[in-house]
């Protein structure tokens, strides 16, 4: 979801039990690739994505 609209803009399915953090870059990679158009300038997470790879990404 964007602050515009609520639209989810991008949406990843998985088994249960798959941590946020193994499912948060390529989650990350779809948006911007969904989506390049989005000048992404903050991304706002909780603590289950606080992994220094999506840091580095972000």
């Known amino acids: 979801m964007d ?3 609520p639209y989810i803009l991008t949406a990843l399915f998985s088994s249960a ?3 946020d953090g193994k499912m948060s870059i390529p989650l990350l990679k779809a948006l911007a690739a ?6 992404i300038e903050h991304v706002l997470l909780d603590s289950g994505y606080d992994f220094e ?4 990404l972000v």
């Not at 790879?53 to 580095?56: I, L, P, R, T």
């Open 17 to 19: 039990h798959v941590n």
């Open 34 to 39: 969904r989506h390049p158009y989005l000048n």
């Open 53 to 56: 790879a999506v840091y580095k």
């Open 3 to 5: 602050c515009k609209n």
